[in-house]
């Protein structure tokens, strides 16, 4: 294993949240849809289930992108300054079937702190083992999604969301039958 499960999970839920974003239709546009982000991910803590809290969500998720175009100085500074804004402190935690663990929000703060400070622990996961470079873009023709790709050969090109990856194999396939068609009208 590469990375923690807390980091592996928390990097997952950064990518989601910004490709809800980016997706046709946006998918956390609801309280209710931020509800089913939440549960897919296994997230914990206080909910509000309130506009303002939606809000806040989408106004981070535009935050945490910006992660997908930093180079990993500037993805540092990101780190520090979401870790001091959501005064972010260390400590072990055991629940939900879950084994020790780190936490550095209370389970009672702001459901856009916690998630901030998931997030940015993961980054500082990935900057200190000099492995920012696992972020990155879908290959899918126009597809704008990002990935992150924590397999150890580095072999993931494509996203989930729109299953690009499975139209690229349909699309080289298609020009691999029009070509033989060619050659043997040649
Ligand atoms: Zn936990
Ligand atoms: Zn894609």
Known sequence: ?????????ALA???????SARTDEDTISTVAELGDFLDT???TGRRDRTRAELGAVQDLRDRIALFWEMD???????????????????????HDGLDWHVHVTDVNDPLADR???EAAMAMADLIRADQFDRLGHCAGDDCTLVIVDLSRNRSRKFCVERNCGN???VAAY???????TDDSED
Do not use: G
């Not at 020009?175 to 033989?180: F, K």
């Open 1 to 9: 294993m590469l990375f923690a499960y807390d980091t592996t999970t």
């Open 13 to 19: 839920a950064a990518a989601a949240l910004v490709n």
């Open 41 to 43: 991910h296994e997230f």
């Open 72 to 94: 990993r100085d500037e993805a540092a500074e990101a780190v520090n300054a979401m870790l001091r804004e959501t005064h972010a402190l260390p400590y072990l935690s055991r």
């Open 115 to 117: 998630l901030a400070a």
């Open 167 to 169: 139209r690229a194999n």
């Open 174 to 180: 298609r020009q691999r039958q029009a070509d033989e």
